[in-house]
């Protein structure tokens, strides 16, 4: 099991930018890929983006893309979510996850991922 640590939450006023970050305890040769999700009071958690380890696919929600941009650093086994002109309906907790075995979930679900973070709070105040 990979531990991630996800931390860049805060507040911050509608309009702003938070780089949220994800931290992978160790390196691992088993991780293929690294997701974002979301989850707000009372609603479902979603997929917000995703890359492959490797760099060469990355993966969002429609209803982001645009606005959030994802990326890594593998030396530092780091994921990254940059998020820009942020909305109040932007608030939620947002959890990092990593998949290590493969499954026939697509990239956008949660089935896909063996590994979850903490998750990390954003709010964003109209």
């Known amino acids: 099991q990979v531990q991630l640590v996800e931390s860049g939450g805060g507040l911050v006023q509608a309009g702003g930018s938070l780089i949220l970050s994800c931290a992978a305890s160790?390196?691992?040769?088993?991780?293929?890929?690294m997701g974002w999700f979301r989850q707000a009071p009372g609603k479902e958690r979603e997929f917000v983006a995703a890359?492959?380890?490797?760099?060469?696919?990355?993966y969002y929600a429609e209803s982001l893309k645009g606005r959030f941009t994802i990326s890594k650093d593998n030396a530092k086994n780091a994921v990254y979510l940059q998020m820009n002109s942020l909305k109040p309906e932007d608030t939620a907790v947002y959890y990092c996850?990593?998949?290590?075995?493969?499954?026939?979930?697509?990239?956008?679900?949660?089935?896909?991922?063996?590994?979850w973070g903490q998750g990390t709070q954003v709010t964003v105040s109209s």
């Open positions: 996850a990593a998949a290590r075995k493969w499954s026939a979930f697509s990239e956008t679900m949660r089935g896909k991922y063996d590994d």
């Open positions: 160790e390196r691992t040769f088993t991780i293929y890929l």
């Open positions: 890359t492959s380890w490797n760099g060469r696919s990355t």
